[in-house]
């Protein structure tokens, strides 16, 4: 396994994790062996959101920039075959993209892949690496990026409950400045309402 070290913390780190570190039936993360292999996508993205807020638990590992949804390894890639997407993580399988996007209490994460509508660039990645890739890819994103897209890249402060995330570690998943204010994608929802319909102002 490779090896790395944590420059702030100076401990010695999984470089990155791969699929291979996990079984069909093991979290490569957690110890959790009684993975059902249906339940993969939803118990990885709790893991990779409670990295990406800063939760402790997982101060030994280090997820790259794009970590896979299924394994959390850096080495997967998703793709789009027609209206499909794909992944060439080992672990992958299908799953119902609008069952899984939603979070409830007893599946909390909805990170799904998600195909990117900026500037036609049809990139695919998981919901929870979202916000980098806009900040790499999309410089001002804020400026273009549509409500309804928006929408689609929420995680809402329920979610974050739902997976644990301490109230100091909750935030406003993009913020999409308006005019000077601030507002925040529960604001943009409010505003929006569902995306069949239109509000008048
Ligand atoms: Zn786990
Ligand atoms: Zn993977
Ligand atoms: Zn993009």
């Given amino acids: 396994m490779e090896q790395a ?6 401990k010695r780190c999984r470089g990155f994790l791969s699929s291979s570190l996990a079984s069909a039936h ?7 062996r009684q993975l059902k292999p249906d339940e993969r996508q939803n118990h990885l993205g709790q893991h990779i959101l409670r990295w990406l807020l800063g939760m402790g638990d997982l101060l030994n590992i280090h997820l790259s ?4 949804g299924f394994c959390g390894g850096s080495d997967c890639q ?3 075959k027609g209206q499909k997407w794909t992944s060439t993580c080992s672990l992958s399988y299908n799953f119902r993209a609008s069952t899984a996007g939603q979070s409830t209490d007893k599946r909390p994460s909805s990170n799904i892949p998600i195909i990117c509508k900026l500037d036609g660039c049809r990139e695919v990645h998981w919901k929870y690496n979202f916000p980098k890739h806009l900040e790499k890819r999309h410089a001002g994103w804020q400026d273009t990026i549509m409500p309804s897209f928006v929408n689609e890249l ?3 402060d329920e979610e974050q409950r739902r997976i644990g995330i301490r109230d100091d570690l909750r935030r406003p998943w993009l913020v999409v400045p308006v005019t000077g204010s601030k507002r925040t994608l529960s604001d943009i929802s409010n505003i929006t309402g569902p995306p069949t319909t239109k509000r008048k102002t």
């Fill in 5 to 10: 070290v944590d420059r702030q913390t100076g």
């Fill in 26 to 32: 093991a979290c490569g993360i957690c110890s959790l």
């Fill in 65 to 68: 920039d794009y970590p896979c």
């Fill in 78 to 80: 998703l793709a789009m």
């Fill in 154 to 156: 929420q995680v809402s």
